[in-house]
Nanobody
Framework: EVQLVESGGGLVQAGGSLRLSCAAS????????IGWFRQAPGKERERVSC????????YYADSVKGRFTISSDNAKNTVYLQMNNLKPEDTAVYYC????????????????WGQGTQVTVSS
């Protein structure tokens, strides 16, 4: 059974940090690009960051560049999103997803999704 399980969300003050984890199982982790997306109430799902687990290439949205860092531990089939200097506008449900075919494509191309983890940043 394919599973992506996010963890690490929570409530933090502006300027604080959180580290999200995405634990994958049930598929060949090294063959996939893992992406982090977020969705705030009333807004479209936004691509935040992604990583090619085979070669380590990474992508960041302009809104998080310099503050977020994505990394992959292939031995643990886990991708992390380190989020520093959080802002209230980072508040959203964060999802991880896996795509076998494309590199950092839009959300409609991803094959598997986690259930999401809430991140709330207070001002």
């Amino acid at each position: 059974e394919v599973q992506l399980v996010e963890s690490g969300g929570g409530l933090v003050q502006a300027g604080g940090s959180l580290r999200l984890s995405c634990a994958a199982s049930g598929f060949s982790f090294d063959d996939y690009v893992i992406g982090w997306f977020r969705q705030a109430p009333g807004k479209e799902r936004e691509r935040v960051s992604c990583i090619s687990t085979s070669v380590g290439d990474t992508y960041y949205a302009d809104s998080v560049k310099g503050r977020f860092t994505i990394s992959s531990d292939n031995a643990k089939n886990t991708v992390y999103l380190q989020m520093n200097n959080l802002k209230p506008e980072d508040t959203a449900v964060y999802y991880c997803a896996a795509d076998r075919t494309h590199y950092c494509a839009g959300y409609e191309w991803y094959d598997y999704w986690g259930q999401g983890t809430q991140v709330t940043v207070s001002s």
